[in-house]
């Protein structure tokens, strides 16, 4: 089953601006991950916060993570054609059952107009 | 190109087939998993191996679905007497364990269709 919601489930903005993405989870977890999977190139994993950090950055993305609240956001600055894709997170909540296994939230669909 | 490969990339079959679907993972990794994605939706976990060791099934892995990973590198996930609703995109990843080692990285996935 999924672990939770992703909001919104379509997105579609203007080339240049930002985007925002939120993710909302079920149980406590080890870490949270964002993956993008477009048709060309498949589910690729973006960044990784794990549950004692608040806020991660790399180039263009920034994660927060609120664990008292269950939900993480992700934002894309400065968008570009080439960011249109499915965004999903992913939980894993490996200390506790042993094993790094992700359950995914059902998406974000973010269309980049130009 | 040194990724997670999955063959087929696409499989059509008659409904109460039997289908094979192979990974190699990332010649390294020691983990391999098995996701089901279904359209629309996100993956879904179905297993996972720790070498050769197959140490989690989920629930929507049922009696019709077999996975191996004879020799701890490459792997196989075989579906007997394929139903409708087995249409999904199988998806394959691989990761390493320890502390740092969290990140998956997904192949291309299989999509099986079935008719």
């Known amino acids: 089953s999924q672990q939770g919601e992703e909001d919104p489930q379509a997105l579609s903005i203007q080339e240049g601006e930002n985007a925002t993405m939120n993710c909302s989870y079920k149980?406590?977890?080890?870490?949270l991950q964002w993956y993008r999977q477009n048709s060309g190139r498949g589910l690729v994993h973006l960044i990784l916060i794990r549950s004692n950090e608040r806020e991660k950055h790399s180039g263009r993305l920034r994660v927060t993570l609120d664990t008292s609240k269950k939900s993480s956001s992700l934002l894309i600055t400065a968008s570009r054609a080439a960011d249109t894709a499915s965004y999903f997170c992913a939980t894993d909540d490996s200390f506790i059952q042993g094993a790094q296994k992700l359950v995914f939230g059902q998406g974000t669909r973010l269309t980049i107009n130009p | 190109d040194t990724g997670v490969s999955q063959d087929p990339r696409h499989k059509i079959t008659k409904r109460g087939q039997n289908v094979t679907f192979r990974c190699d993972p990332i010649s390294e990794h020691n983990r391999l998993y098995w996701y089901r994605q279904t359209l629309g939706q996100g993956p879904e976990f179905l297993t996972y191996f720790q070498n050769e060791a197959q140490l989690e099934k989920s629930r929507l892995l049922s009696d019709r679905f077999s996975a191996e990973r004879p020799k701890g590198s490459f792997s196989t996930l075989e579906i007997q007497r394929t139903e409708q609703g087995d249409s999904a995109m199988y998806l394959c990843a691989s990761s390493l364990t320890g502390y740092l080692s969290y990140e998956q990285y997904f192949g291309p996935g299989t999509r099986l269709t079935v008719t």
């Open positions: 149980t406590s977890i080890n870490n």
